[in-house]
């Protein structure tokens, strides 16, 4: 295998000759100058429904993509996307509404469709809603970058990921590498009638890459952990100086390689051992789902499934071994999930038990702040709604 920098900095722009760029269709609506703060503030002060309680919150997404296969571009994908939707809270029921019209008229038809919405839900009402539910919130919060995803040229980037390509090939039998990298900025906007007013911007970054080898008829491929498992909020910083990134190339080649001659699994009772990539996998399927509340009450049952776990489980059920304990935790900085607030405004906060395998929040409830526990194996809190969006589903 051939020497790679430990650093991107002095990575080499790519040729057009040796690296034929490929152009993939891009879609970007109009650049928009709108501030959605001040566009909240006018349409809540002409709306004329007679609501509990009206929330906003609008989210502006601007991100790359960049695939090579085999060392050549197969992918360059620049995106834009934005909108906005409309909560509105009519005797104890909540009613949604979007608009990809950032405009006082797009609010405006939202917020009256979310009321529609309410009053026709509200004879099914699972859950009666209070404002209260809605607590007043006021902050910021932005990630943690030392260096944006956007002071990397597109050139360098396509340099950096074709190294990875050729160091991922290791043996003839190598017939398939692949490498990626994804950044993304995410802002959102969060306004409502209760007083909060929070603002949010999320920088995410990852990589991805892996080999395929074939032995006659054998055909494996590795990866390195698999998509996901290598994405940070943050900038280049996490892939900069990673020392072990040319390590983890090999060993991902080398064991699809060793993988054409590895036994079948031999079928028997053992102890499973799961590596963190899949543990993680685990921990969102076993724990995370069915934890959510709207799956818990019923709300969900239509869309994607119900739950085992009953709201009168929390502090009984034995929901593993007793050396089972799991926390979730939005104020570590740099995952994937971190946050300042959730979805619905509610503000991150560390959670602390006050007993052996105690708490008394869960993510997603409303009005409390965010905290997961399963102590002992046994179930202490966790109401997860998974419609409060990504910082509440789908990340823990």
Not at 79 to 97: C, F, I, K, N, S
Not at 172 to 197: M, N
Request: glycine content about 10%.
């Amino acid at each position: 295998m051939r020497s790679h920098p430990d650093s991107i900095a002095n990575l080499p722009t790519m040729g057009n000759a040796a690296f034929p760029m490929v152009l993939a269709p891009v879609t970007v609506t109009p650049a928009s100058t709108v501030d959605p703060m001040a566009l909240f503030d006018e349409v809540l002060s002409i709306l004329d429904l007679p609501a509990d309680w009206i929330g906003m919150r609008a989210q502006r997404t601007t991100g790359s993509q960049r695939t090579l296969r085999d060392g050549r571009p197969q992918q360059n994908h620049r995106y834009r996307d934005q909108g906005a939707m409309v909560e509105v809270l009519v005797a104890g029921q909540l009613g949604y509404a979007a608009s990809n019209q950032l405009t006082v008229t797009g609010l405006q038809a939202a917020a009256h469709q979310a009321y529609q919405q309410a009053q026709a839900a509200a004879p099914w009402q699972l859950q009666a809603f209070s404002s209260g539910m809605r607590p007043r919130e006021l902050g910021l919060y932005t990630s943690s970058v030392l260096q944006p995803p956007d002071q990397i040229s597109g050139g360098d980037i396509n340099a950096l990921l074709a190294q990875i390509c050729q160091g991922l090939n290791v043996s003839e039998q190598i017939v398939q590498t692949i490498a990626s990298l994804h950044s993304q900025t995410t802002d959102i906007w969060l306004l409502s009638s209760s007083g909060t007013r929070v603002q949010q911007q999320f920088t995410y970054f990852g990589t991805h890459f892996g080999a395929t080898a074939q032995a006659g008829a054998v055909v494996q491929t590795r990866h390195h952990n698999g998509p996901y498992a290598h994405y940070y909020q943050g900038g280049w910083e996490h892939l900069a100086e990673a020392e072990d990134l040319w390590q983890a190339v090999q060993q991902a080649a080398e064991q699809a390689v060793e993988l054409l001659t590895a036994p079948e699994c031999p079928t028997m009772t053992s102890t499973l051992v799961l590596a963190p990539d899949q543990m993680l996998l685990q921990i969102h399927e076993s724990i995370g789902h069915p934890l959510e509340l709207d799956r818990i009450l019923g709300d969900e049952r239509n869309y994607a499934g119900g739950s085992f776990v009953k709201p009168e489980d929390f502090g009984q059920l034995q929901y593993g071994s007793p050396l089972l304990n799991v926390t979730f935790d939005p104020t570590l900085e740099h995952q994937l999930a971190s946050y300042g607030f959730d979805d619905t405004g509610v503000g991150a906060r560390t959670p602390v038990s006050d007993s052996p395998g105690g708490v008394r929040a869960g993510p997603g409830r409303p009005g409390e702040p965010s905290a997961l526990w399963v102590t002992g194996g046994r179930l202490r809190s966790g109401h997860i709604l998974e419609s409060a969006g990504h910082r509440s589903h789908g990340q823990y």
